[in-house]
């Protein structure tokens, strides 16, 4: 288990494999608030904090099953 306070603005979102998704704009509530300059239509996104897996470095990665927001960058 992680915690939420460790995830801090601008580190990486990246999938189970380690492909880059987003980075973190903030924390709020029970979610990642992505920045808009990483997804495809310009809007923030937002992912479940249950959706990651763990922390390491300055990037969070998310579990395998983690469903990926529409609209970010592939």
């Known amino acids: 288990m992680f915690e939420k306070l460790r ?15 987003g ?7 029970d979610r990642i608030k992505l ?3 990483d997804s495809e239509d310009n ?3 937002y992912v479940p904090l249950e959706s990651v ?3 390491d470095d300055n ?3 998310l579990k395998k099953d983690a ?3 529409a609209g970010l960058a592939s």
């Open 7 to 21: 995830i801090k603005e601008h580190m990486e979102v990246a999938g189970a494999e380690g492909q880059h998704l």
């Open 23 to 29: 980075t973190v704009d903030e924390v709020k509530d």
């Open 35 to 37: 920045t808009r300059t």
């Open 43 to 45: 809007m923030h996104h």
């Open 53 to 55: 897996d763990r922390i």
């Open 59 to 61: 990037r969070v990665y």
């Open 67 to 69: 469903t990926i927001p």
